[in-house]
């Protein structure tokens, strides 16, 4: 599973799945964000750290662990929730799609697109969401524009996955509740659906 930011610390703590939570800094993709939880932790790690200073390099930062300074860990991790989630928006650029305005030849080209990307795809009973990790874009297209021209919306939505190796979603329901209040809208949806892929929490919805 993909997570958008580690969190390393060696308390239980209730945030989304969207974050890995491990205590073994040595493990974790270093290429995401990270926040240590510890002061302790983080001297173990990083020796030479001022404890001024709550940045460590340019992708890790560090807080107090809530024993030691409970203000300062719940602020500092709310702010990292929001500055991770808002980096990764900030990446994912919005295209809406013309069904109706695209030729045939375009059409089957697009499909193609989508099977041969790394997507998840949101819908609801207007729209189609289809995020392309490769290409870190959101693709819109209106179902009531496929309806307009007889487009079947069941079968195009299942031609979005011929590869078997899209997330297709259009329910958010299954997802936990701290993941689910980081999403704030429908185009942002698909993106963090991504997150999902090859997850416990993805798998046991589809059976």
Do not use: H
């Not at 209730?14 to 040595?26: A, K, P, Q, V």
């Not at 041969?116 to 795809?121: E, F, L, M, P, Y």
């Not at 179902?143 to 899209?166: A, H, M, T």
């Amino acid at each position: 599973m993909k997570y958008i930011a580690n969190i390393i610390t060696n308390n239980k703590i209730e945030i989304s799945s969207f974050f890995n939570i491990t205590n073994d800094f040595n493990t974790i993709d270093k290429t995401i964000p990270t926040l240590i939880i510890g002061w302790n932790k983080v001297k173990d790690l990083f020796p030479s750290q001022n404890i001024l200073e709550n940045k460590i390099s340019d992708n890790i930062k560090w807080t107090f662990s809530k024993r030691e300074k409970r203000y300062q860990y719940e602020k500092d991790i709310i702010e990292f929730i929001n500055d991770v989630c808002s980096y990764m928006e900030q990446k994912v650029n919005y295209r809406f799609y013309n069904y109706i305005l695209s030729t045939q030849e375009r059409r089957n080209n697009f499909v193609n697109y989508v099977n041969n990307g790394n997507c998840s795809i949101y819908y609801n009973s207007k729209f189609v969401y289809i995020y392309n990790f490769n290409d870190s874009v959101t693709i819109g297209i209106s179902l009531l524009d496929l309806l307009y021209i007889n487009v079947n919306i069941n079968e195009f939505i299942k031609s979005l996955n011929k590869n078997g190796n899209n997330i297709i979603c259009n329910d958010l329901n299954f997802i936990d509740k701290n993941s689910f209040s980081l999403i704030k809208d429908n185009i942002k949806a698909a993106a963090y659906l991504n997150y999902l892929k090859n997850s416990n929490i993805y798998i046991e919805k589809q059976d």
